[in-house]
């Protein structure tokens, strides 16, 4: 096959009444002289007033059924699609109807198509006001004709249509074939507002004087011993892929940037097997000095929480809608300030519950989860912060509360009971470091560049990490980890 | 030390006139019930205006010098300092003077103080017009008196004080003690420029109608046979680190995500020590469908490219000054729309040059800077595009030019005579993708995954990666990579 041929896989694609196939080629192949002044319209553009208009448009065929002289396509363009229709007549012969039966699902087509007027709403079809007399078509990119998975099952919501022996698709095969399965509505919807999370994230700090930062992810030492990391071959050494770009922010406060936030991969050589693990998440980082009080830091985070959710839920309902057609949820509540109850608290909500647990240990997640249950019902929202967890319980360099040994100055943040965020004031001193490394038993010859930052001049300052997947997979309310993570990693997938 | 004595190491910091220490050490340390009402004042916001005014701040102790009975200090926050000053008097005494002339520089303290306005400017300090009359004097966090690293030092241009035996620091020295280099007014004027690279480009870019995607960096194959990649283990198996994210990118595309970018670190196990290579960076990159012609791809990027220079010029003069005086620099020039040139075009400015080099060779990087500067004599811009290079010298998934077998649809940006980014169409067919494959001898069961992603209907499209400090290092006309990597990784450096 020549290139040339090749270049659109344009000829297995002729079908049209006028043979317009040639002009087609020259204006994709010519080089920087000719382009064409034709103009694509966009799938949600269709509307009456674009009625009897005679368009360009480039889409993938969605499904295509043929009826004794005519055949329908519905094409579709990200989450939006039209009805399509060649009738054999004057413009049409029998064999460019066949020809259009025959295009396989997925491919891409252009056609040019006159803009029509319809008496009965198209139910089906996101433009439900007009549909589209085809006049030529080609195929763009041919797709094969076996698909791993079909697209209307992929979004099917489960237990539907079971009765009619209608399939869902399993997530492993979703994954499998996730080129496919990120063509679905309701995948388009999550990632798109995976996006907006992001970009609220830092929109808001960047307007609260926070300075974006990039840390580094290999990295020579493993901070906290050495515990669930990733060993990277570097060169004639070994490094580590880093668990946090905890050390890099705490670097840069100390280094006077003052407020600082990160966005970025964090790796975490776990063997969890659950439904919120991931060995390669997105880090959502924040780490900034205060004035008197740790607390400072936590209104910082917690506003920065409050505005992303207003943002979506002002700017992606349609994405929130979509999504919960395959995945019904409640509307994701929060207060404003946001709720912040001590750990102590918690433990008495629990204990008034039933539960069964020591003053200084750590929450399970089941009692995370019922935690989450009874904040709800008692404060109707799905968003609050646990402040000062119990010393023992927390890592080394975390601040301990100055009024009571047992407790410390961190905190959990947590979305419909699940933790999305853990941080706290960090120790800013040098000694205070040692001493408490030393009580947690780390050899202190492997913090030392760690413990050395913090040798001249440092100011109070505090943080936390979220975790970018874990708050788009709790906003929506769904219950795996890999539907937000479009790639995801756990110990037993590595691609695609 | 008990915790309460050392959460802000105020022990050996109480140097007063008043005795006002318990009073602060109250404010710092108790729980959520009690937060002061002090107001702390920034430097930068320093004017007669504020003159007469009783006001707190937190700086760094930038410089101090003892004189007779008084001691001068210059008070630091990031780019901005101001004189301070503690006089025997009224309000402090002989002790007190004597304390604030031994704390050590780059201490943080916290000073009440009188601004009070000055006949002579002070020309050493940003505020130039007040100073400040200090009541009382606070260590929060005491740094060692040996420090590393001269800040002084650090930002002195080269050559510049040679005569009077000044010192300049190492570049190995600013990296080995970043913590402290990275308070310099280069440093912080070069990260702050960092961030709005960042902002810039995603911003344009989202305004285009981009969608954000978090690519993972843990691979299971390496996509170009595994020549200069990072293993990593992974758990019973092993892994590769990402070179770049253009599969997935790709993926996305293929998709229906139609336009996205990304911004995260690339990994690149080569082992070379120059002055532009890391092993690892920051990827700016972007990836697109396109209508008719790849010179689509090209217009956007450049235009993103244009509005960061904007942005930079219009938004971050005060950064650039700052880093034009340690390091002089012509102003970084750019044409709208963007220079493109093929790449026969570049050969014959070189072959008019007196450079000796063939149609299909690549550029040596010698003559890429030869090149640049050939570019901007005739047409005055530090930024181009060279397009058409040589199909040889392209990876396997490039896009052949249909009109030229020998030459392919792929460009390189430049900046200042530097690539700053590679780019090109891709090959969207499987067929024409397998067989580029084969005539560049790649094992095609390792790279199966990726031309599988083609067979389900692939729009024509195309992208590239910028190297983001790559972009900061030569705008502002830099020599080294590393000064524009807060903690840079190369062969030979791992830490901090």
Redesign the interface.
């Known amino acids: ?1 020549s ?2 041929a ?4 344009f000829l297995s694609a002729v079908g049209t009444v006028q043979g317009g196939v040639e002009g087609v080629l020259d ?6 002289e000719i ?2 002044d ?1 103009v ?1 319209v966009r799938v949600q553009d269709f509307t009456p007033e674009k009625a009897d208009q005679l368009i360009w448009l ?1 889409a ?1 065929v969605h499904t295509s059924r043929a009826k004794g002289k005519q055949c329908f396509l519905v094409l579709r ?2 989450q939006f699609n039209v009805q399509a229709l060649v009738a054999v007549g004057d413009r049409a012969s029998k064999q460019m109807v066949k020809f259009a039966a025959n295009i396989t699902k ?3 087509v252009d056609v040019e198509a006159f803009v029509r007027k319809v008496e009965q709403k198209i139910e089906s079809c996101s433009q439900q006001d007009v549909e589209l007399h085809i006049e030529r078509i080609f195929v ?5 004709a076996r ?1 791993p998975l079909q697209l209307e099952d992929a979004v099917r919501p489960d237990g539907e249509g079971e009765e009619e022996g209608r399939a869902t698709v399993n997530q492993d095969t979703k994954l499998d074939n ?6 679905t509505t309701t ?2 919807a999550i ?2 507002l ?2 907006g999370v ?2 609220l994230f ?1 929109d808001t700090l ?1 307007k609260k004087g926070f ?11 493993a901070s906290e011993g050495g515990a669930n990391v ?6 004639k ?1 070994s ?1 580590y ?1 880093a668990q946090s770009p905890q050390l ?1 922010k705490q ?2 406060i ?5 407020k600082v936030f990160c ?3 964090v ?1 975490r ?1 776990e ?1 969890s097997n659950t439904h919120r693990h991931l ?2 998440f ?1 880090g959502l980082d924040i780490e900034m000095a205060f ?3 740790y ?1 400072e830091v936590i209104d910082s985070i917690t506003d920065t929480m409050v505005q992303i959710f207003k943002g979506l839920r002002d700017n992606f309902q349609t994405e929130i809608q979509m999504v919960n057609k395959q995945f019904p949820s409640e509307p994701f509540k929060f207060l404003e300030p946001t709720l912040r109850l ?1 750990y102590t608290e918690g433990l008495a909500m629990l204990h008034e519950a039933g539960v069964e647990m020591g003053d200084e240990e750590d929450l399970s997640t089941p009692n995370e989860k019922l935690l989450g249950r009874l904040v709800k019902e008692k404060y109707d929202t799905d968003f609050y912060v646990l ?2 967890y119990p010393l023992a319980v927390r890592p080394f360099y975390t ?5 009571n ?1 047992k407790y410390s100055n961190s905190y959990d943040m947590f979305m419909r009971g699940e933790e999305i965020l853990s941080g706290a004031q960090r120790v ?2 040098a ?2 470091l040692t ?1 408490r490394a030393i009580h947690h038993q780390i050899d202190l010859e492997k913090i030392k ?1 760690y413990i050395d ?8 300052h505090g943080g936390g990490g979220i975790g ?1 997947e874990r708050v788009c997979m709790l906003y929506l309310g769904l219950h795996n980890i890999r539907q937000t ?3 995801p ?1 756990d ?1 037993k997938r ?3």
């Not at 204006?27 to 920087?32: K, L, P, Q, T």
């Not at 763009?140 to 094969?144: C, D, G, L, N, Y």
């Not at 100390?254 to 003052?258: E, P, R, V």
């Open positions: 096959m290139v040339h090749c270049l659109f896989t204006s994709f192949h010519r080089g920087a382009e064409t034709r694509l480039r993938r363009q990200q997925e491919s891409i763009v990119s041919q797709a094969e698909l996730r080129v496919i399965d990120l063509r995948s388009q990632f798109r995976q996006s992001c970009m830092r960047t300075v974006e930062i990039q840390t580094p992810k290999i990295i020579s030492a990733f060993t990277v071959s570097y060169f050494t490094a892929l890099y670097m840069c100390c280094a006077d940037f003052d966005v970025g991969p790796f050589a063997d060995t390669e997105v004035s008197y009080h607390h001590e402040d000062k601040m301990p509360d100055p009024n040994p800013h001193d000694q205070l001493d560049a930052s913090f040798r001249y001049g440092a100011p109070p970018l993570s479009m790639f990693r110990p590595l691609t695609p």
